[in-house]
């Protein structure tokens, strides 16, 4: 699959002078330097929803970039990072994984067993992230084609993009520590489990914790598709569900952004200030 990255010729840069001349190229320079000020030490969240469709389906990547370049250009110049639907990604556990090497290679095999993507193809069309910490390993791929269309509309619209990461990245983190802190596996029998979940309009993503030899350790992470509305997982601890009603939402700043840092697409280097 080849990135289609979006193209905008009546609002490049390049063509300020001629459309409006150079007062009108000055003040809107002005505008993307106090944005982008505003928010350096707080950057904006957005979270980009997806339609149902099949891993990696050009349009449905064509219409979100679509979305996200209508927000970039009522907020040029912001620094930006972005929370990704559950929909885009392709995640997976893999407790047994002893380095971030291996971890990618039974992440690898698991989608080619059920999403028939094989390993080949992960590697041409899509861009892989490990978190490999302690009982904490997880993988996550993102289309190449997401993220290209991503950095060409923060090129274009003048963002500072800093990272994409899984929208409920930053609940698995806080729903861990606490785990920790408050249910110490020493104390639980073996093979004792703790299940949460996070909804997003028409599916739910579900993470799951066993005890193994005194050690709690993430065994699960998995999506599956579900009415709307439905809350989490009855009986177990769930995430209040995060608002998401429209496609592209702007989120209250994150509050503890560094906590999930190691599970994020880092896009900055890449991208034009």
């Not at 039974?106 to 094989?118: N, R, S």
């Not at 993430?218 to 598709?225: G, H, I, K, N």
């Not at 592209?248 to 994020?264: F, N, Q, Y």
Request: charged share 20%; with cysteine; net charge negative.
């Amino acid at each position: 699959m080849q990135a289609v990255p979006p193209t905008h010729p009546a609002t490049d840069v390049s063509t300020g002078p001629a459309a409006g001349g150079w007062q009108a190229l000055a003040s809107r320079q002005w505008r993307r330097l106090q944005a982008r000020l505003r928010s350096t030490w707080r950057p904006l969240d957005v979270a980009l929803l997806a339609p149902p469709h099949l891993p990696g389906e050009a349009a449905a990547i064509d219409t979100a970039l679509d979305a996200f370049d209508a927000w970039a250009d009522a907020h040029e110049g912001v620094h930006v990072a972005v929370q990704l639907s559950s929909r885009w990604l392709l995640c997976c556990a893999t407790p047994e994984a002893t380095s971030a090497a291996q971890a990618r290679e039974l992440a690898a095999q698991q989608w080619a067993h059920y999403f028939g993507i094989e390993p080949e193809q992960i590697a041409a069309d899509w861009q892989l992230v490990e978190l490999v910490h302690g009982e904490v390993k997880l993988v996550c791929a993102v289309p190449r084609a997401l993220i290209a269309g991503l950095r060409e509309v923060a090129r274009e619209r003048g963002l500072s993009l800093q990272a994409a990461l899984p929208w409920w990245a930053e609940g698995l983190q806080r729903a861990w520590d606490t785990l920790q802190q408050d249910t110490p596996a020493a104390t639980q029998p073996e093979g004792s489990l703790r299940q949460w979940a996070w909804s997003e309009p028409g599916l739910l993503t579900q993470a799951q914790a066993a005890v193994r030899e005194g050690r709690w350790v993430l065994v699960r992470v998995w999506s599956e598709v579900v009415p709307d509305g439905v809350p989490g997982v009855p009986g177990e601890v769930a995430d209040p569900a995060l608002p998401l009603p429209e496609l592209l939402h702007t989120l209250s700043p994150a509050a503890d952004a560094d906590a999930v840092g190691a599970l994020a697409w880092t896009l900055n280097a890449e991208v034009a200030a």
